[in-house]
């Protein structure tokens, strides 16, 4: 609709400056020249103070072609931008929004009284996951500066581990999201942050044993007794 009034607007003002200037030439020269002004509304692309004296007919050939020539461009950029809206805006909306029913709360009860659940979800032991928590609560990451405030540090770090403890369409955000009862976009800002945390602890999580330590012993005995010995 938008392009057709601009369209008709554009030929409206051409019509309207022919037939004024076929008036004037026709006239007699005694006459005072006759003032041209755009149709009402006045656009603030056509200019407001010419007059039909200060016109030649090559003034007014290039008077059309530069109108022509900025309405052309007005129509390019309403274009461009309903081609953009048509783009963005959603398609096919629900009516109502997606149930979610988060599982979130489960993970207390088997911190507590199932702790082989628990590590089948988040991969660590309840005792690492709280270790894990201290060490990076106090990150600056998670201190929000808008009004919309984060999900607590701990929910955070359970939907992390998650993710990072699956693979397949078990990580993807909408999976995760339906399992935490929160948005895809919290989903991937969650991990986002928390993996901004871990990486600025990389030197207190990430330790290398010697060689001769007893750690070290012991992995060896561990890979000795499930691979080849000669590895």
């Known amino acids: 609709m938008a392009l057709k009034i601009v369209d008709l607007r554009r030929k409206n003002t ?69 081609d953009e809206t048509k783009r963005a805006r ?35 032991d309840p005792a690492v996951f709280d270790c894990i928590l201290d060490h990076i609560s106090d990150h600056p990451i998670f201190q929000s500066r808008s009004n919309n405030l984060q999900l607590p540090v701990a929910v955070q770090l359970a939907i992390f581990l998650n993710r990072a403890g699956h693979y397949g369409n078990a990580i993807s955000p909408e999976d995760i999201g339906q399992w935490a009862g929160v948005s895809v976009g919290s989903v991937i800002n969650c991990t986002h942050r928390v993996m901004v945390a871990i990486l600025d602890q990389h030197d207190e999580f990430i330790g290398i044993p010697c060689t001769a330590s007893e750690d070290a012993e012991e992995a060896r005995k561990f890979i000795e007794e499930r691979t080849c010995r000669g590895w």
């Open 90 to 124: 959603v398609l096919n909306q629900l009516q109502e929004r997606p149930l979610r029913a988060p599982q979130l709360h489960l993970l207390e009860h088997f911190a507590e009284f199932r702790p082989h659940l628990f590590r089948k979800k988040l991969r660590v």
């Open 14 to 82: 051409i019509a309207y400056f022919n037939d004024d200037l076929d008036d004037e030439f026709s006239s007699d020269d005694s006459l005072e020249p006759i003032i041209i002004t755009p149709p009402s509304p006045i656009s603030p692309i056509l200019p407001s103070d010419l007059d039909s004296g200060s016109l030649s007919s090559s003034d007014s050939s290039d008077l059309f072609h530069d109108q022509d020539l900025r309405y052309s461009r007005l129509l390019d950029a309403i274009q461009a931008l309903r």
